[in-house]
C-alpha cells in the first residue's frame, strides 16, 4: 500500500454493516426495474407507451419507477461494487498478501458466472460488465488518493453523457429510413413486438436463440461504452466515498443529513428537466434518448448518492433495527439473491415456466416484486443463522481461493 494512502485513509477493516446495507437495499432496488425486461419486450422498460398501453395506473406507475428506481439501484450498486473491490485489496495488503492475483481470479470467475447468467437465463445480466470493468479499475484502487479517484470518475461519467447530448444532436442528420430503425429502441413495430412475444412464450430453445443474439450485443455496447464510463466511473466513485469514510457510516449525522439534502436536491432538478424533456418530447425517440442517456443518467447518480446518505443515516440509528438487519444479510448474499431473481422470474414469465411473459399489467407486477422482496428479505437472514455464506459467495470464494471455504456454521 503506498504511503499516500496510509496518510490518507487507516480503515478498521472488519465488515462494514453500512455496506451490507447499502447493497442489500440496491439489490432489491435493481428488482424494480429489472422486473420490466423479465415481464415483457425490451422497449417496455424504457417507454411508458411502447406496448400501446395508455392506463393512467400503468403510466404512474413507469413514472414513479423511472424517477425514483431506474437507473438509480444500478448506480448504486455499481459504488458498492468499487467499495468492495478496494476493501478486499487492502484486507489481502493488510496480511502481507498480493491482492492482484486473488482479484483477478475473482473477477475471472465472475466474469464466468455473468456470461452464464447473460446466455442462458437472462439477457440483462450486470455481472459481466462488473467483473470487465472490475479488472481495470482495480489498478486505481491502493496507489491514488480519494480526489484523483473523484476527479477521473467525473471525466469518465462527464464524458458519457456529453457522448449521449452529441448523439443526439447528430441525429438531424441521420436518414429518415435509419432514424426509423433507430426509433423502434423505444417504439419497436408490432412484427417485431411479436417476435420479441413469441420467442419468449415459448420454450426454452425459442427464448435461448432470441437472447443470445441480445445479450451479445448488448455486451458490446457494455464493453465499449457504458461500462468504462458510466459503471466503471461509478466504481471508482465508490472507491473516492470508501476512502473518505463516507460508504461506511463513520461520519457524523449532520454530515449525512447534509449530503443526503444537497444530493437530492441536486437530483430532484435534473429529473425536473427529465420530466420536462419527456413530456415536451411526447415521449418519442429524442425525448427518451436524452432522458435515458442524459438527464435520467445524471440525476441518477446524485439521487444514488443522496440514498447513501439516506442509508447511512438509518445504519447509525435505532430505527427499525429488525428490518436494517434483514437488509444487511440481503447484501451478504447479493450475488445469490441477484441470480435467484433470474431464476424465479424467468420461470414466471417465460414459455418454459409459467408462461405470464406480456400478460401482466406494468403495475401488477409489483404485487410480485414485494413478494420476492419478502422471501428474500426473511430468507437471507434465516439462511445466515445457519451458514457463514450464500451458496454462490461460497462457491465464488472457494473457487477464488482454490479450496473449499467454510460454510455450515454447525461445524464450526
Known sequence: MSKTMDKEFKPNLERFLSLDLIRGIAVLGILVMNIAT???????????????????????????????????????????????IMLMAQRASNKGVSPTPIHMKRMGWLLLFGLIHGFFIWYGDILATYALMGFWVFFLALNTTAKTKLFIASALMGFFFVVMAGLYFLFQWVPASEMEEMNQMFYPTRALIEEEVTAYQGGYLENLTHRAKFYGMALINMLFLVGPLRIGGAMLLGMALYQQRILTAERSKAFYIKFALTMFLIGAGLQAWDYWLLNDNNYDFKGLWLSFGVANSVAAVFIALGYIGLFCLWAKSNILVWLR??????????????????????????GFGFGYFAELERYELYYIVVALYLIQLIGSELWLKKFYFGPLEWVWRSLTYGKAQPFSRAHS
Request: charge should be positive.
Open 38 to 84: 423479465f415481464a415483457h419486450i425490451n422497449a417496455f422498460y424504457m417507454n411508458p407507451f411502447a406496448a400501446g398501453d395508455t392506463s393512467s395506473a400503468n403510466t404512474t406507475t413507469w413514472l414513479v419507477t423511472h424517477f425514483f428506481a431506474d437507473q438509480k439501484f444500478y448506480t448504486l450498486f455499481s459504488i458498492l461494487f468499487g467499495a468492495g
Open 325 to 350: 438487519r434483514k437488509f444487511e444479510a440481503v447484501g451478504k448474499m447479493a450475488f445469490t439473491n441477484y441470480i435467484m431473481q433470474s431464476i424465479v422470474l424467468t420461470t414466471i414469465f417465460y
